[in-house]
């Protein structure tokens, strides 16, 4: 299967996620807006968007709009 290596590669970063403690993600989209997301385990986020951005999460089938300045 042409796409193997690719989903192996996917699930090694899942569970690198999955074990880390921290981690920094700074998104840049082609429209030149940003996102930053900050995690600190176990419940600590930080989720700065770019002004006209919409985030919403889903955390255990409950989704919800993040307020955003």
Known sequence: MAY???FGAL???EAALKK???WHVL???ADGK???LDYAAP???RIVPAPGITVYMDMAGRVMQLPAA
Do not use: P, V
Request: include cysteine; hydrophobic fraction near 35%.
């Open 34 to 36: 940003s996102l930053t």
């Open 27 to 29: 998104m840049r989209m």
């Open 4 to 6: 193997a290596g690719t």
């Open 20 to 22: 880390a403690t921290s």
């Open 11 to 13: 699930r090694k970063c």
């Open 43 to 45: 419940h600590r986020w």
